[in-house]
Nanobody, 127 residues
């Protein structure tokens, strides 16, 4: 049974950092791609970043490029999203998601066919 569990969200001041984790179970990360997505209040869900488990390819949305870093630890079956220089506009619920058919390619965007989503973790950037 495929499961994704996000953690690491919280309240942080502008300019601060957080590291989100996405713990995967029921499948081997090495063979799948994982995407990070976020949804702010009143807005549509948008793509943030993704990583390909097989070859380590990473892609970022323009809005986070240079500030966020995605990585995967195949031994722990966990994907991380290191978020630096956080801005108020980064405030959102962050989700990780995957599907056997998902590929980490630009642009990062949630795909209708993605069957497996975590419940999300809230990131609030505010002073």
């Amino acid at each position: 049974q495929v499961q994704l569990v996000e953690s690491g969200g919280g309240l942080v001041q502008p300019g601060g950092s957080l590291r989100l984790s996405c713990a995967a179970s029921g499948f081997t990360l090495h063979y799948w791609a994982i995407g990070w997505f976020r949804q702010a209040p009143g807005k549509e869900r948008e793509g943030v970043s993704c990583v390909s488990g097989s070859d380590g390819i990473t892609v970022y949305a323009d809005s986070v490029k240079g500030r966020f870093t995605v990585s995967s630890d195949n031994a722990k079956n966990t994907v991380y999203l290191q978020m630096n220089s956080l801005k108020p506009e980064d405030t959102a619920v962050y989700y990780c998601a995957t599907d056997p058919a998902y590929e980490c390619i630009a642009p990062v965007q949630p795909m209708d066919f993605m069957d497996y989503w975590g419940k999300g973790t809230l990131v609030t950037v505010s002073s």
